[in-house]
């Protein structure tokens, strides 16, 4: 119990405290990230191909991918400090990648 406390102690100490008292672990990091850049390209595909669809089939997709992504943030909010790091690193460093992707890819086609 004692050491659980020190644990506690030293993550305050350090200026990242865990509600849990469990230190944020690097692979569960790593895979929160993963998981928020697959939901981001995922999100973004659909929403391409929803810009070619009927005005009213659009309408209820956007909503549905609405409500499908405050689904999935709510899951990741509900976790530890780890999994919201990561989701949100994943989230972010994304697009900026996937951008530069595809301007490589029209630069080597032409």
Known sequence: ???RLTLVAEEKRLGFPNLKGCR???LTVLAAAAFGSTVYLIAFSTVKWLDRKDLKIKVLGLIL???ALCAVVGMVAAG???VI???VVGGVLTPPVH??????MRVART
Not at 99 to 104: F, T
Request: charged content about 15%; cysteine-free.
């Open 1 to 3: 119990m004692g050491t």
């Open 24 to 26: 944020m672990d690097i």
């Open 65 to 67: 991918i609405g409500l």
């Open 80 to 82: 530890s400090t780890g």
């Open 85 to 87: 790091v990561g989701f």
């Open 99 to 104: 951008r530069a992707l595809h301007g490589r």
